[in-house]
């Protein structure tokens, strides 16, 4: 029973990230309709600028993961204006271009400033906690609270600014929204810098779990893929419990069964909702779908 | 088609080996030769088709496993393991065609890509074939075998393998140029073109892309089998989504939907990186660089600018001459 509490506790620390990834996704992808393949690499500059901010600057960690976002929002707006617009008449393909084209561009730029090796994030936070016979860090407990807190933060964003329905209108109707007179080039670059600023949250805040490296977010981009198919692409909710529930099937999966077939059990899942629900579980019936 | 500028150039390429004797120049065109057929195998469902699968190098690697595992441990000779592993690949392809192809756009696009990770990942775990992740190696090059007039051919040197590169990417080309000029060709552009508006002609959409599926996989999977013995060496970096991303690429520079682009594609961005050589550090940048304003400023890659801007005026130049 032990163990299963522990891999639960894991597996709700390891959703939080797929989750953040996942909202950043399903937010550009419900503005934009981009699977933005470079995620994974804002993701990974995310944890690097922090990770520069905290060893080289000597700054509070919470303090350089606010400043991370911000650095990494600022990219993601240039990104949305300077590549993604200029695509947005064009077929879908070349915006999958794009992506993978800044997806190799980021990680150039990683491996030329930083290099390719691992490293450590320091972490004050390293002591355990025991309770009931689990063990966890405290570093892990903080995770799943910051989570929860920005999840709760973009909820109120969203739901109680003006700014806020402004991406729920494009999101929904686009045209429509541009009729009633909503900048729908600002909500697309907001929701862009709103999306890639978690995704720096995300990997700052789990980075000391882990290792930083230029290849780290990989992973996390087609988990993030996968829970966003789960909960139906541009849904904010089915993001968010998405991400938990892939967090905790992978955790528990590694458990109890082989743990090098976790990876594969989350794609497994995938293939099998899309061959019964073609647009995820959540999603909504696209027009002229079987 | 005009059929003798498609001569001269085959005339062209086929006498290369007879000028050039450097091993790296013939090495550089094998693989431009390989990446062409797999490229060339994308184009058919994602350039004419319409159906944007990022999972090929699944097919890719699983052309290259069944290959060299044919050879290797079954003991098949290269000609019976090659169509052999062609037909294993174009087998998963319709396996995973079946459910991926229920699913449009984007979601086809992570379907396929979460199958391609599912296959890197057996390919990884399943040692007791495949060797795991030290790969396999030492997979043996094709038999010589005896033509009518040119006696035997032999396929360990360079040249050798360079014809039989050239000959199946000439078979590739001729035999997809072959299925889009024909009727079938025809309903895959339809589908391309609007699905919805494609079944109301009464096209049976999902019959046509599982076929082109099929044949796409049978081709990426010819692709892979002839990398393995030309490489030697195979490991689960074969069938990592990345090799379909480069494959994706290749496609889009050099033009998509064109039957020329994707050799174009390959030919360039094989030699790009060999000239970047000495900005070793950076190449990644630049390439990565290049690709976003080839897809901004050339939506349709070089062969659109050659067929959109450059023949025009071309032709302008000429008229009044003429006139």
Redo the contacts between chains.
Sequence with gaps: MILFFQQILNGIMIGSVYSLMALGLTLI?GIL?I?NFAHGNKYMLGAFISLTLVTVFKINYWLAIVLSMVVLGAIGFLVERF?YR??HD?????S???A??????????A??VWGGEWHRFPTAYRQNLSFFGITITLHRLLVIAATAFLIFALQLFIKKTSWGWAIEAVAQDREGAQLVGINVYGVSSLAFAIGTALAAAASSLVAPVYLVYPAMGSLPL?KA??VI?LGG?GSLPGAVIGGYLLGLIESLASGYLAA??A??FA??V???V??IR???LLGKK????? | MKKWPVIILLVLVASIPLVVKANYPLHLLIMVGIWSIAASSLNLILGFTGQASLGHAAFFGIGAYSSALLMLKAGLSFWLALPLACLTSALFGFLIGLPALRTRGSYFAIATLGFNIIVTIIIEHWEGLTEGGTGISSIPKPEPIVLPWLGEVNFSGMAGQYYLILFFLVLTLFLIYRIIHSPVGKTYTAIRGGEVLAESLGINTRANKLVSFTVSAFFAGLAGALYASYHGFISPDTSNFHVGFDLLIYLLVGGVATLPGPVIGAFIMTLIPETLQSLLEYRIIIYGGFLIVVVIFLPRGLMGLWRDTLWPRLKDLKQPRQG
């Design positions: 992808y309709h699977p590549i200029p695509l064009q077929p879908h393909i070349n999958f271009i794009a993978i084209g800044l997806l190799l561009l980021l990680e150039g730029i491996y030329s087609i893929f996968v198919i692409m090098v077939y990876d594969l794609f497994a995938l293939v099998i899309l061959a073609p647009t995820g696209i027009e002229g779908t079987p």
